[in-house]
C-alpha cells in the first residue's frame, strides 16, 4: 500500500509581511521554511533552504541564479518573488528548466509614483538643504536668492519609460502646472493623449526637460543609459530623478555633473550598490538627494505585495493560473 504524498516544500527567503504569512499558513498542505529575519538571507543559508523544495518566494535582493537553481533541484516548480523587477532572476536557466515564475507588478505603482514626485519635489526645493539650514544655524533672515530652487509650474518634464509608474508619475505631475510632458521608449503610448504627452527621440527629451525622470526597466540596452554624453545633453538647470533602477545610472558620471554644474540637481531612490556605502562621493554633495529603495514603502502596499507574492506561490504549486505570472 503506498503512503501519502510528502507535504510540498516552500522557503520564504525573508521575514514578510503578515498579510504574505497569512496566506501560506492558511493554505494548510505545506511544509513552508522562512528565514526569520528583517535581513537578506546569507548565500550559504539561502543555498541550504531551498534544497529540495517545491516553491520558494523570494525579494529583489535575493540572486536566484544557477547556482541557487541547483541547489534547489529538480523538485523546483514556481519562484515568486515580492517585487516588480526580475533582473535578480537567472531567466533563461528558469524558463529552460520549465520553473514557472510569479512577480507583483501594478500593487506598487502608486507608491513609487508618489514617492517619485516627493523626491522630485525635494531635489528640486533642495528640502533637505533647507532641514539642514535650519538645525545648523544657517537660517539667519530672509534673502532673496537663499535657497532657491527650481519649480514644477510651467516646466518640461521628461519622463524615460511611460510604463504603469510612468504614467501614474505623469498623472501627479500635471496638476503642478507642467506646462509640457515629453516622454521617450520603445514606441509611442496610446495612453499618452491622457496626460498631452508627446514622444519624442531621448536627445530631445534630454535638451528641453527641466526635469528627468527615468521609470523604465532594467535591460541589456538601457544598463548604463544614463551616462556622460546622457548628462551633458541636458540643461543645466535640470534636475535628474532615478526611482527605477540604480544600474541604469553610470554613478561617476553622474557625480561628475553634479559637481561640475553640467546638471543642477538629482534625486536617487535607487543606487549601486544597495545600501550605497557611506563614504560615497554622491553622499558629499548637497545637490544630490539619496533615499534607500524606499518607492513601495507604504505599510499597505508591502502588505499587498506580500499577499501576492504568496497568492502566486500557491496558484503555481496547484497548477492554476497565477494572479501575475511572468510570461517566459
Known amino acids: 500500500m503506498q503512503g501519502a504524498p510528502r507535504p510540498m516544500k516552500v522557503f520564504v527567503t525573508r521575514r514578510i509581511p503578515q498579510e504574505g504569512i497569512r496566506v501560506l499558513s492558511n493554505a494548510g498542505a505545506f511544509e513552508v521554511s522562512v528565514w526569520e529575519s528583517d535581513e537578506p538571507v546569507p548565500r550559504a543559508e539561502l543555498l ?12 529583489l535582493t535575493d540572486r536566484i541564479d544557477t547556482e541557487v537553481l541547483n541547489a534547489a533541484g529538480a523538485e523546483l516548480k514556481v519562484i515568486s518573488t515580492m517585487s516588480v523587477g526580475f533582473d535578480h532572476l537567472a531567466i533563461e536557466e528558469i524558463k529552460k528548466r520549465g520553473i514557472r515564475v510569479g512577480y507583483t507588478p501594478d500593487v506598487l505603482t502608486d507608491a513609487t509614483a508618489e514617492l517619485t514626485v516627493a523626491l522630485l519635489l525635494a531635489t528640486a526645493r533642495r ?3 533647507g532641514v539642514q539650514e535650519v538645525k545648523s544655524g544657517g537660517w539667519s533672515s ?9 519649480g514644477l509650474n510651467g516646466s518640461t518634464v521628461g519622463i524615460i519609460g511611460l510604463g504603469r509608474i510612468g504614467m501614474a508619475i505623469a498623472r501627479r505631475l500635471k496638476p503642478f502646472g507642467v506646462n509640457k510632458l515629453l516622454y521617450t521608449g520603445r514606441a509611442p503610448k496610446p495612453q499618452a493623449v491622457e496626460v498631452e504627452g508627446e514622444y519624442v527621440i531621448l536627445d530631445k527629451l534630454l535638451s528641453e526637460s527641466d526635469f528627468v525622470v527615468v521609470a523604465c526597466s532594467l535591460t541589456p540596452e538601457t544598463q548604463g543609459l544614463c551616462d556622460k554624453a546622457f548628462f551633458a545633453k541636458m540643461k543645466r538647470t535640470a534636475v535628474f530623478v532615478n526611482t527605477s533602477r540604480g544600474a541604469l545610472v553610470n554613478q561617476e558620471d553622474l557625480y561628475e555633473a553634479l559637481s561640475s554644474g553640467q546638471i543642477a540637481a538629482a534625486g536617487l531612490d535607487v543606487t549601486t550598490p544597495e545600501p550605497l556605502p557611506t563614504d560615497h562621493p554622491l553622499l558629499t554633495l548637497k545637490n544630490c538627494v539619496v533615499l534607500p529603495h524606499i518607492g513601495s ?32
Open 48 to 59: 541550504k533552504g531551498v534544497a529540495g523544495v517545491d516553491g520558494m518566494l523570494c525579494l
Open 127 to 129: 528640502l533637505l538643504e
Open 142 to 150: 530672509w534673502k532673496p536668492l537663499w535657497m532657491c530652487g527650481y
Open 297 to 328: 514603502a507604504t505599510y499597505s502596499t508591502r502588505g499587498t505585495m506580500a499577499e501576492l507574492a504568496a497568492t502566486n506561490l500557491l496558484a503555481g504549486l496547484t497548477g492554476k493560473a497565477m494572479p501575475s505570472e511572468l510570461a517566459l
